[in-house]
């Protein structure tokens, strides 16, 4: 297996200017997947409201149902960094939540974690840091605060807003933040915020002039079930469709007694089958398919479940 990546192989990564490959997972068999393809970052994000449990938006998740999707993950990431996102409301109200939450997602496995807000939310970083935990910030487009930036937007348009993103990104910064995630916002505001900094700067929706590209694996695997589509969204794949396709198939052989077939029922003596045949009442018309598929079958030696 390959080395652990850690906040040395990231830094190291940047020092070489080889683009950091970070992107979403919540279960074991994609964190699997990822790991196997080589990613480097995987985030357990609190999308996960949004790509896995239909919700609207991502304020209504909680640290319980994030521990589920963060095991999962950890489980699964042996050498990827695990970057956990902490849900609404367990890090906003005071320095001893944000500790606690972010402790529970280090228990659980994770290298790191994740939390949206600039200066305003700064402390919060620093109780995580002295408590010895690696922590990313989150600017820009931060769904947290959807109402407040009424709704999802692209943020970092005027000289302006970009002067705040890096007075915001300096505060995380002198908090002990090793990096901060920008958000939707146009290449030239992402560029500049990075030119501002020594943290590593990864970006969603940002442009390519930062340390790494964050994506949420739904949007590229074509299997988010929503009618959000952001332009930074590039599809590589159409697992959705396939999915509806190999249930419709799976829903059409069943209704027409194809599946199972002989090779997918377990075998039985015949004279036992015999027996309980003979026992039978009412025999039905698949299940005495299914029974004389049984029959042909027996006389092969198979282990016990295959
Ligand atoms: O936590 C999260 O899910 C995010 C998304 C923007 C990927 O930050």
């Given at each position: 297996m390959a080395r652990k990546v850690t906040l040395r192989t990231l830094n190291s990564l940047r020092e070489r200017r080889e683009p950091a490959v970070f992107i979403t997972a919540y279960d074991y068999p994609t964190a699997t997947f990822a790991e196997r393809a080589g990613v480097d970052m995987i985030l357990v994000g609190d999308s996960a409201a949004m790509t896995?449990?239909?919700?609207?938006?991502?304020?209504?998740?909680g640290m319980d149902e994030m521990i589920v999707f963060v095991r999962s993950v950890c489980r699964a990431a042996k050498r990827t960094f695990v970057v956990g996102a902490l849900p609404f409301l367990s890090y906003q109200p005071s320095d001893d939540t944000a500790v606690l939450s972010a402790g529970r997602f280090i228990a659980a496995g994770c290298d790191a974690v994740k939390f949206e807000g600039g200066a305003r939310i700064a402390p919060r970083v620093r109780a995580m840091v002295d408590a010895g935990i690696n922590v990313m910030g989150h600017l820009g487009l931060t769904p947290q605060n959807i109402g407040q930036l009424s709704g999802y937007r692209v943020q970092g348009k005027t000289r302006a807003a970009v002067n705040q993103l890096v007075e915001d990104a300096l505060a995380l910064q002198e908090a002990g933040a090793f990096a901060v995630l920008l958000e939707a916002m146009p290449a030239v505001a992402a560029a500049y915020v990075r030119e501002h900094v020594d943290m590593l700067v990864y970006g969603i929706g940002?442009?390519?002039?930062?340390d790494g590209q964050l994506v949420i694996s739904h949007d590229i695997l074509g299997n988010f079930v929503g009618d959000i589509a952001p332009r930074f969204a590039k599809q590589y794949g159409h697992i959705g469709a396939q999915v509806e396709e190999v249930f419709r198939t799976y829903a059409e052989e069943v209704r027409s007694s194809c599946f199972p077939a002989p090779e997918h029922c377990y075998p039985i003596d015949s004279a036992d089958e015999a027996e309980i045949q003979s026992c039978r009442s009412r025999p039905s018309a698949p299940l005495t398919r299914t029974a004389l598929a049984q029959t042909a079958l027996a006389r092969q030696t198979t282990s016990p479940l295959s």
């Open positions: 896995m449990m239909g919700l609207p938006n991502t304020l209504g998740i940002a442009g390519p002039d930062v």
